[in-house]
């Protein structure tokens, strides 16, 4: 199986590898990206092909997997459906807008969206599907994360868009907050709670920027956090009580 992947990131760069490494089918992997270096090297990392051109120029595949930022997902799918034969994947971060232009640009191919809930370096976790239409390749993929112990859930694109403005923008908001509010302190003090809430901040914080800027603009769920920490530093006794209680419930 030809597999094309549009953008040479983490995901990508894992999702190839994945299917490299362990589908029950050989895999020719070719990676385009705006960046040729970056096409150069993820290719070179899996022994595969790269193609610098143009995306309007890239060759032909049994199936293209489009992995890039969640800003450029639908202009990507609209240019990159064509060059698909039997399959069209998305694995951007969001579901409704990629799996409205894979309906609407690849309408005779398999088309299913992704979501690897975790990092390349956190595998295996859990894989959110939407598989608009099924078929040989989304049972490939299926059946290959599933033997590298992810495991697959399929959901709606309105489910899944809906959970991550908790799962994904709310969390990093408050994580950050709190990295944004905190002052050093000797390790020593740190509590059961303080302890693991540095650590993840300091995990967070290791990332990407732009990527968890691009969920914060692709999904609501920061302003809720504001206003929560704002209810919280302007409650007397009695309301902090009850806003307490509140969030236990």
Do not use: K
């Amino acid at each position: 199986m030809d597999l094309q992947v549009v953008g040479a990131g983490a995901m990508g760069r894992w999702f190839a590898g994945a299917l490299a490494a362990d589908a029950r089918e050989p895999i020719t992997v070719t990676f385009v990206d705006a960046d040729p270096d970056a096409a150069a090297t993820a290719a070179d990392s899996l022994e595969g092909n790269t193609d610098d051109a143009a995306v309007t120029r890239a060759p032909a595949a049994d199936v293209v997997c489009v992995a890039v930022p969640i800003p450029a997902a639908t202009e990507a799918i609209a240019a990159a459906a064509d060059r698909a034969t039997d399959a069209v994947l998305d694995l951007t971060g969001t579901m409704t807008e990629p799996v409205e232009a894979m309906d609407r640009h690849a309408p005779d191919l398999e088309r299913l969206s992704l979501h690897p809930l975790f990092a390349p370096e956190n595998e295996p976790g859990n894989v959110a599907a939407v598989p608009a239409t099924g078929g040989p390749v989304t049972d490939l993929v299926r059946e290959t994360l599933t033997v590298r112990g992810n495991e697959w859930f399929e959901t709606t694109p309105a489910d899944h868009d809906e959970a991550m403005e908790t799962v994904q923008a709310r969390t990093h908001a408050a994580v950050l907050a709190y990295a944004l509010a905190r002052e050093d302190v000797d390790e020593r003090f740190h509590t059961p709670i303080s302890g693991p809430l540095a650590d993840l901040a300091d995990q967070v914080t290791d990332g990407e920027a732009r990527v968890y800027a691009d969920v914060q603009a692709a999904f609501d769920g920061a302003e809720d956090v504001a206003d929560a920490a704002r209810r919280l530093a302007d409650a007397d006794g009695a309301a902090f009580e009850a806003l307490y209680e509140d969030a236990g419930r």
